[in-house]
């Protein structure tokens, strides 16, 4: 299974005989999985459903769908033939004459003669078929959210394991000067003590003894081990599974804490060297992976 981002945009349009609407999905890095949904009001069903996609699509992110809605032909026009009919006697009692033609007209222009019914995205629950089109489309950008977090996740993976990679050459450098350590330690050493011990005064077995304190202290075979186990489950991580972001966030602290203490136990210049590179690598793997689902 590929790995997935948490990052991503899509967009689905949609239109019948009663108006045309758009649904439009981002989702960003969140810790755990939060869906709201911005859409009108009395379309509880269409929210209900489509929420559940989203949800059943995801396990991590912070993820936003908005429904946007234009009626259109939806008007229809109504006279309140009471009132005209009020208007109409009054007009002919104080005029005289019939209202016709352009008298009339202008009765019909009163407010309250002429009634437009527009209907209101409320009535769209009552439309034929209206709410399994949304719910289509509401289904549709979630499938499309998902495939452009899984192109994220595609370029994330090639990323995390080029990363991975660079560690594991580190490591192999810290090897190679973690073995010539000890002597480097024992030489500088003798070096010291040969300046200040004029007279001899330090033995030989004394000076062996603070050598192999020294060197007890420096050893970091331990550290060396412990990374290549975690850049060996780091590698497995990022060809396994699919929502693993929380894991490989989990792996670069621990990635993190063995560089650090590399760095600390460290006496040649050529391995806190290494140990720092690694350092820089292991804050860029944990950059990208807290973009994984």
């Not at 981002?26 to 999985?33: A, K």
């Not at 008298?103 to 437009?116: D, H, N, Q, Y």
């Not at 420096?218 to 894991?247: C, F, K, M, P």
Request: include cysteine; hydrophobic fraction near 45%; charge should be negative.
């Amino acid at each position: 299974m590929a790995l997935s981002g948490m990052t991503g945009f899509a967009r689905v349009n949609g239109e019948a005989a009663w108006g045309s609407w758009h649904w439009e999905a981002r989702s960003v890095n969140g810790r755990g999985l939060d869906v709201r949904l911005n859409m009108p009001s009395g379309l509880e069903e269409v929210q209900k459903t489509v929420r559940k996609a989203a949800s059943d699509a995801f396990t991590r992110g912070s993820i936003q769908l908005a429904l946007r809605i234009e009626l259109e032909g939806a008007d229809t026009v109504s006279v309140n033939e009471t009132v005209l009919q009020t208007l109409v006697s009054a007009y002919e009692k104080a005029e005289g004459a019939l209202a016709t033609g352009p008298a009339l007209a202008t009765l019909m222009t009163i407010k309250g003669v002429v009634e437009a019914d527009t209907m209101s995205l409320r009535d769209l629950a009552d439309v034929d078929g209206a709410e399994d089109a949304l719910i289509a489309s509401g289904r549709e950008v979630v499938a499309e959210l998902l495939k452009a977090r899984d192109q994220e996740g595609v370029d994330l993976t090639k990323m995390l394991v080029g990363q991975m990679s660079e560690m594991a050459d580190l490591r192999v450098q810290a090897v190679q000067y973690a073995a010539a350590q000890k002597a480097s330690i024992a030489e500088k050493y003798r070096v010291r003590i040969a300046e200040f011990d004029t007279e001899g005064a330090v033995s030989d077995e004394r000076l062996v003894t603070e050598i192999s304190v020294l060197a007890t202290k420096a050893d970091v075979t331990e550290e060396l081990d412990r990374l290549e186990a975690h850049i060996a489950r780091g590698q497995t991580l990022l060809t396994e599974a699919s929502a693993v972001g929380r894991d490989l966030g989990f792996l670069a602290q621990e990635l993190n804490r063995e560089a650090n203490t590399l760095c600390s136990k460290s006496a040649a210049l050529d391995l806190t060297n290494t140990g720092l590179a690694l350092k820089s690598v292991v804050d860029q793997f944990k950059e990208q992976a807290a973009n994984v689902e």
